[in-house]
């Protein structure tokens, strides 16, 4: 943004100054922007961290050998992975989802099945195409379990994860052994989804294999709740989901169908450094999520930086803007500038003098230390003049039980 007011001079001059220093430019955020920001950083922080092993993730353990039962679920593994699909599908605009408790039961059989047969975790297993049934299931739970796998999210992973692990992973689709296509993404992210199920166990090999039913026949057929889902999303998102090891981005299309493979740019708008989406694929074919379109890409070699305002550019598909903020707040550090406190100009003044300025009136940088002590009082200091802000906030109605709380409602498209 501030880079359009400089001279011809100090836009020659930046094309010689370290990468770093381009950092210091920074978007401007609304102040309804930075309340959202921080209902976001609240919501993900309240989400349960719990890590989850063999020794607490049953109810009801399952028994996977001759006598096979599948068990059941700890409540609290359940509703933290519902929790965290929400919390995600909130980043996008969509409705929430629930759990029925037939969704439940068909995945954790399917889950159990699998970890009895300790199915091969490096290849499809959705249908189960290269699994033989053991004598000890019966034909009934063998055929739910190709079925239920067949329309289910699966992850399979040896790590010692909490509930929402597995669906920050399904999210980012960084693990997909399909490569770019984003499916799970899609499902979790779709516009027409109303209800989910949950299952997980662990075989003998040590790995714990997750199902979440996704694919329901009426849900086909329902109105989807938004025409249009961007990963990123418009307006703002995640900088830690944004990128990372095999993270794409996407685009998906509830009616729409385009069938071309367009190109897609990039442009850093605190930088104008603009750059080309890499690795574009259409998957529309699939119709994961019961999308019309499936468009994916890699940012390639764009730079991703918190703070920052991105616009993305689908030739001929869509356009549109969005800002990285920072989602764990106990590590943000990041100057998110305003309207009011930006300076008209940084030519009389050196970055440090700008970032110490920006850093004293920025309010989404004061708000987070009282976020900061609020989840950690131990470890984070409030700002001197944090009295003020809390009385503030109190008489503004934004404060509640030692967090912000959600006092506008967004519509997204």
């Known amino acids: 943004m501030l880079l359009r007011k400089f001279s011809i001079t100090a836009i020659v001059a930046l094309l010689f100054v370290p990468l770093a220093s381009q950092k210091a430019q920074a978007a401007t955020f609304t102040t309804q922007e930075i309340n959202e920001i921080h209902n976001f950083q609240k919501e993900y922080a309240n989400l349960d961290k719990t890590n989850y092993s063999v020794s607490n993730i049953y109810a009801v353990k399952p028994s996977l050998s001759k006598k096979f039962k599948a068990?059941?679920?700890?409540?609290?593994?359940?509703?933290?992975?519902?929790?965290?699909?929400?919390?995600?599908?909130?980043?996008?605009?969509?409705?929430?989802?629930?759990?029925?408790?037939?969704?439940?039961?068909?995945?954790?059989?399917?889950?159990?099945?699998?970890a009895a047969i300790n199915a091969n975790p490096f290849i499809n297993q959705h249908g189960l195409p290269s699994e033989q049934k053991p004598a000890f299931i019966s034909k009934a739970t063998w055929k739910l379990a190709k079925?239920?796998?067949?329309?289910?999210?699966?992850?399979?992973?040896?790590?010692?994860?909490?509930?929402?692990?597995?669906?920050?992973?399904?999210?980012?689709?960084?693990?997909?052994?399909?490569?770019t296509d984003t499916g799970h993404r899609a499902w979790l992210l779709s516009t027409r989804l109303t209800t989910t199920g949950i299952g997980a166990a662990?075989?003998?090999?040590?790995?714990?294999?997750?199902?979440?039913?996704?694919?329901n026949a009426n849900d086909m057929f329902r109105a989807a709740?938004?025409?249009?889902?961007?990963?990123?999303?418009?307006r703002l998102f995640p900088s830690e989901l944004a990128k990372g090891k095999n993270i794409v981005w996407s685009i998906y299309l509830s009616n729409r169908v385009v069938r071309t493979t367009p190109t897609v740019t990039i442009r850093d708008l605190d930088t104008d450094i603009v750059t080309n989406g890499?690795?574009?694929?259409?998957?529309?074919?699939?119709g994961y999520g019961n999308f019309k379109t499936i468009i994916t890409?890699?940012?390639?070699?764009?730079?991703?930086?918190?703070?920052?305002?991105?616009?993305?550019?689908?030739?001929?598909?869509?356009?549109?803007?969005?800002?990285?903020f920072k989602q764990d707040a106990t590590n943000d550090t990041t100057i998110?500038?305003?309207?009011?406190n930006k300076p008209a100009s940084p030519n009389n003044q050196t970055n440090t003098s700008l970032n110490?300025?920006?850093e004293v009136q920025s309010p989404i940088l004061l708000q987070n230390k009282i976020l900061n002590a609020a989840i950690s009082p131990q470890t984070v200091a409030l700002p001197a003049n944090s009295n003020n802000l809390f009385e503030q906030l109190a008489q503004k109605n934004r404060w509640k039980q030692s967090f912000f709380v959600r006092t506008l409602r967004i519509q997204r498209y």
Request: hydrophobic letters at 25%.
């Open 225 to 234: 709740s938004q025409p249009i889902v961007t990963y990123p999303s418009v």
């Open 278 to 286: 890499t690795h574009v694929r259409n998957y529309s074919s699939s």
């Open 147 to 179: 079925e239920t796998s067949e329309s289910s999210n699966l992850n399979f992973n040896v790590s010692r994860q909490s509930a929402g692990d597995v669906i920050t992973d399904l999210i980012t689709d960084h693990y997909n052994l399909n490569g």
């Open 297 to 324: 890409y890699s940012p390639g070699r764009t730079h991703i930086v918190p703070g920052h305002e991105y616009e993305v550019n689908v030739n001929g598909v869509y356009k549109y803007r969005f800002k990285l």
């Open 336 to 340: 998110y500038a305003t309207e009011e």
């Open 71 to 114: 068990g059941s679920l700890n409540s609290k593994y359940i509703n933290t992975q519902v929790d965290y699909i929400n919390y995600y599908r909130s980043l996008f605009g969509l409705t929430p989802v629930t759990t029925t408790e037939g969704s439940n039961s068909d995945a954790q059989k399917t889950a159990a099945v699998m």
């Open 356 to 358: 110490k300025q920006t």
């Open 202 to 215: 662990y075989g003998k090999n040590g790995y714990r294999y997750s199902v979440q039913k996704v694919l």
